[in-house]
């Protein structure tokens, strides 16, 4: 069955501090991956997809198909970046398959 | 643009009662789903559909009924609430999975007494 398993529930950083958030997923063929983002009290949304390749809020995100991973990357935390972060898998064309999320704690 | 409109955003119910959440977007989407998220689990999959009169079930779909009578409507319907219900539910909704982002709701939260 198609996963995305993300180790860490709680990641604290100070402001100014690189962050990795980690994800890793379980899929037959050429996933499609996706960062979603939660800010308190608002709804999710997307941040960042692969197949973009795009840097969004300074955040990056690189596939790795060999070690099945999709790590969510910034160099320098920021207090606004504090929030949910949910790796997200497109489960071939038909739903999406989220993992358990973490949340990001960057501290002053 | 309204988006993907959840109603209602609060509810509570007692054990037994049975609810409809609704949600509607005005994008026209083909794909629409419901989550339900929980702490420490993320958010796991009830139904989805991927058309007007076409749905599936998700990871989660004991005590969960949803259909689809039309494009811009996936109302879920909860048959008798039960507190393992206790939750906040998300509705999304995307042009097609892989190629387009998902956009959801603001949620409901839920809770069964």
């Known amino acids: 069955a198609q996963r995305v398993t993300q180790p860490e529930k709680l990641l604290s950083v100070f402001k100014g501090a690189p962050v990795e958030l980690k994800c890793n997923y379980s899929?037959?063929?050429?996933?499609?991956l996706f960062w979603y983002v939660q800010y308190s009290r608002q709804r999710l949304q997307l941040l960042l997809r692969h197949i973009s390749r795009e840097s969004i809020k300074g955040f990056t995100a690189d596939l790795n198909k060999g070690e099945t991973s999709f790590h969510l990357k910034k160099p320098f935390a920021q207090e606004e970046d504090s929030a949910m972060y949910y790796c997200?898998?497109?489960?071939?064309?038909?739903?999406?398959?989220f993992g358990p999320g973490t949340r990001l704690s960057v501290l002053p | 643009n309204a988006g993907v409109t959840q109603t209602p955003k609060f509810q509570v119910l007692k054990t037994g009662q049975s609810m409809t959440l609704q949600c509607a977007q005005d994008?026209?989407?083909?794909?629409m789903s419901w989550y339900r998220q929980d702490p420490g689990m993320g958010l796991r999959l009830i139904h989805y559909s991927v058309g007007a009169g076409i749905t599936d079930q998700g990871e989660v779909p004991n005590g969960y009924n949803v259909s689809r009578s039309t494009t811009e409507d996936f109302p879920l319907r909860l048959l008798s609430a039960a507190p393992s219900q206790t939750s906040v539910y998300f509705c999304a909704s995307s042009y097609s999975t892989g190629k387009g982002e998902a956009f959801f709701g603001q949620g409901t939260r839920l809770t069964v007494v």
């Open positions: 994008m026209n989407h083909e794909y």
């Open positions: 899929y037959s063929g050429s996933p499609e």
């Open positions: 997200a898998l497109d489960n071939y064309g038909q739903n999406f398959v």
